[in-house]
């Protein structure tokens, strides 16, 4: 594990408690969490003479379309995971913020499977999303 995983992990676990306790994101962490991400994606961009900013622009491409499926849903998928995955996308690159979408997105599936098939509970439910963002990425990060 690298130091920008660390980072990572420890706002995801921030937004984590608060995601579960008040379905909301910890807002000032995670714009600092943002830009600097976003200053950290320049600089990479910068040093390493990359000229194709579509390569480079591909990380942001899970949070762009969470923030698509926000505004289609009305909010009932939160702009603050977007916003969360599009840091993810400035810090870690596109195949690591796929990887956790995907795996995320996975294991919600099956726990609110398991809240209607078995506890019954209505469809209706919401779900703080941010404890399966932070398991997929402790698995992205142990593949």
């Known amino acids: ?7 990572t992990l420890i706002v995801l676990a921030i937004n984590t408690g608060t995601d579960i306790r008040t379905r909301k994101i910890n807002l000032p962490v995670t714009l600092v969490y943002l830009a600097a ?13 990359i000229e194709n900013w579509l390569v ?3 990380a942001l491409v899970p949070g762009i ?8 849903s009305r ?7 977007a916003i969360l995955f599009l840091g993810l996308g400035f ?3 596109f195949e690591l913020s796929l990887t956790v ?3 995320a997105l996975g294991i919600a599936s099956l726990y609110g499977g398991y809240l209607v098939l078995v506890q019954k509970v209505g469809r209706k439910r919401q779900i ?8 997929g990425m402790i698995g992205g990060i142990l593949l």
């Open 56 to 58: 480079w622009s591909m």
């Open 75 to 81: 909010g009932n998928i939160g702009m603050g995971d």
């Open 101 to 103: 979408l995907l795996a």
């Open 128 to 135: 703080p999303f941010l404890p399966f963002m932070l398991a």
């Open 37 to 49: 991400g976003f200053l950290l994606w320049i600089k990479e961009a910068y040093c390493s003479g």
């Open 1 to 7: 594990m690298n130091w920008k995983s660390g980072i």
């Open 65 to 72: 379309f969470l923030c698509f499926c926000s505004g289609v």
């Open 91 to 93: 810090w870690h690159g």
